[in-house]
């Protein structure tokens, strides 16, 4: 099902910013909305609130929304803002009541079923990534598997050499092995036929005997040099003469410098080096790096298991859409982004509308995360919270100050056992997949964060009064700012042709940005820079972005 959007003002429901201090020095803006979203912590009123105005606590059935206690007079009695207008300046936590009645019912009973619910109190952005990423204290346990199954991992220990690289002097060309300047005499290996070219020392192969001064053997490419050897001479740069008395002379244009093209023992690491350290994720690259140690076996963190389940009877496997049903677009898209973020993700499971259906998929998994899509709402058929109040789940975040994906949810079921519920919406849903999904996953799979990237925006980008927006960018150079983030149009909540041609999102706070202004980007795991100059979806030469006020065009 397709869930709507809600409001909310980042920190309003609290009464005071979030982070900031309270009168008494309270705990820290983790622990308030940690708290809030499980409705076990008080509610601040805002300095100079009436005299009426009073601390209340919020159960799970309000999502830690009954602490929006604010009056008309606080939001400025202004209309509630709706999802078919998203720049209004209004907010939802106009429409909530007035002063709470001390003489009135401390905690109302849960709801038991779907149905409308107070608006949860809307986690600010960056709080809700932060409690995503503190859900569990760390990966588990490390694993010992042979270097195949570590791809994707990441190591638990630091690489260290168990051996020299290269193990012995290596011949890093074709040629002929030689000691000291030329022309050399050429030799036949003992082992060498007496009919045909000699073959020389290959790679395979150990040499022998000792090399004499002025004499000189072929040799192949990562062949052992032999001791009394001083340089390599490649082919190209050699020319062998036949001597009056059956021997052959070797000729160089130019002297072979002492060391030429000869790989020393250890010039890559000497045994007991450390390599890469732990926490280095095990690319192809480091499996290769390991082999060549003298690795047969690595120890790392394991993968971190996923299970999808694609809610919404309307939604259709395959073929054309047709009579009010549509095609799913999640399911194709989150097991392979779950893959490129290195999880192991079971093909997505479609479930109806059913909240027994749910009940039993939820309480019979195992996954470390499971991630949900649709019914994170207050609709007639959005099971999702009636079912995480079933299950006697704690909810870490329920609705965060971001648009789109303004509904999505964080819960855990059991210890080290989480659900992220995502929006119906497939851009609310990536979204949420990054809000929530990736630094609690990334943390289960002990992934260090990437590190901040800021890139100047290429045209002026539009926000949601209160609330952070994520908006889909393509790379493009420009003359000016060099790298730049092309805001790409077709960004509405149900759409993906946007997010189809972008590398990243742009991460807008409150108010929107300029033209120039440089903003974090959230980065896809596969993008790498590979559209930089190819912008599809951007606005036409001189024309304005988003909305029609803002100013833009192209650089």
């Given at each position: 099902?397709?869930?709507?959007?809600?409001?909310?003002?980042?920190?309003?429901?609290?009464?005071?910013?979030?982070?900031?201090?309270?009168?008494?020095?309270?705990?820290?803006a983790?622990?308030?909305?940690?708290?809030?979203?499980?409705?076990?912590?008080?509610?601040?009123?805002?300095?100079?609130?009436?005299?009426?105005?009073?601390?209340?606590?919020?159960?799970?059935?309000a999502?830690?929304?009954?602490?929006?206690?604010?009056?008309?007079?606080?939001?400025?009695g202004?209309?509630p803002?709706?999802p078919?207008?998203?720049?209004?300046?209004?907010?939802?936590?106009?429409?909530?009541?007035?002063?709470?009645?001390?003489?009135?019912?401390a905690?109302?009973?849960p709801?038991?079923?779907?149905g409308?619910?107070?608006?949860p109190?809307?986690?600010?952005?960056?709080?809700a990534?932060?409690?995503?990423?503190?859900?569990?204290?760390?990966?588990?346990?490390?694993?010992?598997?042979?270097?195949?199954?570590?791809?994707?991992?990441?190591?638990?220990?630091?690489?260290t050499?168990?051996?020299?690289?290269?193990?012995?002097?290596?011949?890093?060309?074709?040629?002929?092995?030689?000691?000291?300047?030329?022309?050399?005499?050429?030799?036949?290996?003992?082992?060498?036929?007496?009919?045909?070219?000699?073959?020389?020392?290959?790679?395979?192969?150990?040499?022998?005997?000792?090399?004499?001064?002025?004499?000189?053997?072929?040799?192949?490419?990562?062949?052992?040099?032999?001791?009394?050897?001083?340089?390599?001479?490649r082919?190209?740069?050699?020319?062998?003469?036949?001597?009056?008395?059956?021997?052959?002379?070797?000729?160089?244009?130019?002297?072979?410098?002492p060391?030429?093209d000869?790989?020393?023992?250890?010039?890559?690491?000497?045994?007991?080096?450390?390599?890469?350290?732990?926490?280095?994720?095990?690319?192809?690259?480091?499996?290769g790096?390991?082999?060549?140690?003298?690795?047969?076996?690595?120890?790392?963190?394991?993968?971190?298991?996923?299970?999808?389940?694609?809610?919404?009877?309307?939604l259709?496997?395959?073929?054309?859409?047709?009579e009010?049903?549509i095609?799913?677009?999640?399911g194709?898209?989150?097991?392979?982004?779950?893959?490129a973020?290195?999880v192991?993700?079971?093909?997505?499971?479609?479930?109806?509308?059913?909240?027994?259906?749910?009940?039993?998929?939820?309480?019979?998994?195992?996954?470390?995360?499971?991630?949900t899509?649709?019914?994170?709402?207050?609709?007639?058929v959005?099971?999702?919270?009636?079912?995480?109040?079933?299950l006697?789940?704690?909810?870490?975040v329920d609705?965060v100050?971001?648009?789109?994906?303004?509904?999505?949810?964080l819960?855990?079921?059991?210890?080290?056992?989480?659900?992220?519920g995502?929006?119906?919406?497939?851009?609310?849903?990536?979204?949420?997949?990054l809000?929530?999904?990736?630094?609690?996953?990334?943390?289960?799979?002990?992934?260090?964060?990437?590190?901040?990237?800021?890139?100047?925006?290429?045209?002026?980008?539009?926000?949601?009064?209160?609330?952070t927006?994520?908006?889909?960018?393509a790379?493009?150079?420009?003359?000016?700012?060099?790298?730049?983030?092309?805001?790409?149009?077709?960004?509405?909540?149900?759409?993906?042709?946007?997010?189809?041609?972008?590398?990243?999102?742009?991460?807008?706070?409150?108010?929107?940005?300029?033209?120039?202004?440089?903003?974090?980007?959230?980065?896809?795991?596969w993008?790498?820079?590979w559209?930089?100059?190819?912008?599809?979806?951007?606005?036409?030469?001189?024309?304005?972005?988003?909305p029609?006020?803002?100013?833009?065009?192209?650089?």
């Amino acid at each position: 099902m397709t869930d709507g959007e809600f409001g909310g003002e980042a920190g309003g429901a609290v009464g005071r910013p979030w982070g900031g201090p309270s009168a008494e020095g309270r705990g820290d803006a983790f622990d308030d909305a940690l708290a809030l979203a499980n409705g076990t912590a008080p509610t601040w009123v805002r300095p100079g609130a009436g005299p009426e105005a009073t601390t209340v606590t919020t159960p799970y059935a309000a999502g830690g929304a009954a602490a929006a206690t604010s009056s008309a007079t606080d939001s400025g009695g202004d209309a509630p803002y709706t999802p078919d207008d998203p720049f209004s300046p209004d907010d939802p936590a106009a429409a909530r009541s007035g002063p709470s009645n001390p003489s009135g019912p401390a905690d109302p009973a849960p709801p038991t079923g779907p149905g409308p619910r107070t608006a949860p109190a809307a986690v600010p952005w960056r709080t809700a990534r932060a409690l995503a990423e503190r859900a569990v204290p760390g990966p588990p346990a490390p694993e010992t598997s042979v270097l195949g199954e570590a791809l994707g991992r990441t190591l638990a220990a630091p690489l260290t050499a168990l051996t020299d690289l290269p193990s012995f002097d290596t011949s890093a060309m074709d040629g002929w092995a030689v000691s000291g300047p030329g022309p050399w005499r050429l030799d036949r290996p003992a082992d060498a036929s007496e009919t045909g070219p000699p073959s020389g020392i290959l790679a395979s192969h150990a040499p022998a005997e000792a090399l004499l001064d002025g004499h000189a053997i072929p040799i192949a490419t990562g062949a052992r040099v032999p001791s009394g050897a001083t340089a390599v001479l490649r082919s190209e740069h050699g020319e062998v003469r036949e001597l009056s008395d059956g021997g052959r002379r070797l000729y160089a244009p130019r002297p072979a410098p002492p060391g030429q093209d000869i790989r020393p023992r250890g010039q890559e690491c000497r045994r007991g080096d450390q390599l890469l350290p732990a926490g280095a994720l095990v690319t192809p690259a480091v499996l290769g790096l390991a082999a060549a140690a003298g690795y047969d076996e690595l120890t790392a963190y394991r993968r971190p298991r996923a299970e999808v389940f694609v809610l919404g009877d309307e939604l259709l496997d395959h073929g054309l859409p047709h009579e009010g049903r549509i095609r799913d677009a999640l399911g194709p898209m989150l097991d392979p982004w779950l893959h490129a973020l290195g999880v192991e993700a079971a093909p997505p499971r479609h479930l109806a509308d059913e909240a027994d259906t749910l009940y039993a998929a939820l309480a019979g998994s195992t996954a470390d995360v499971v991630i949900t899509t649709g019914g994170t709402a207050s609709g007639p058929v959005d099971h999702v919270h009636p079912t995480l109040r079933r299950l006697g789940a704690e909810v870490l975040v329920d609705g965060v100050a971001v648009r789109p994906g303004h509904p999505m949810l964080l819960a855990r079921l059991a210890p080290r056992r989480h659900l992220v519920g995502l929006p119906g919406n497939p851009l609310a849903a990536v979204s949420g997949l990054l809000t929530l999904a990736e630094p609690l996953l990334r943390r289960l799979a002990a992934r260090r964060p990437a590190a901040p990237y800021r890139t100047p925006l290429a045209a002026a980008v539009a926000g949601h009064p209160h609330d952070t927006r994520l908006v889909p960018v393509a790379y493009r150079d420009d003359e000016r700012h060099g790298l730049t983030a092309v805001p790409l149009r077709f960004h509405g909540p149900a759409m993906l042709r946007g997010i189809a041609s972008a590398d990243a999102l742009a991460v807008v706070p409150p108010g929107g940005a300029e033209r120039g202004t440089e903003l974090e980007l959230l980065e896809f795991p596969w993008s790498a820079s590979w559209s930089a100059g190819w912008t599809p979806g951007w606005a036409a030469p001189g024309a304005p972005y988003d909305p029609p006020e803002a100013t833009g065009g192209r650089a």
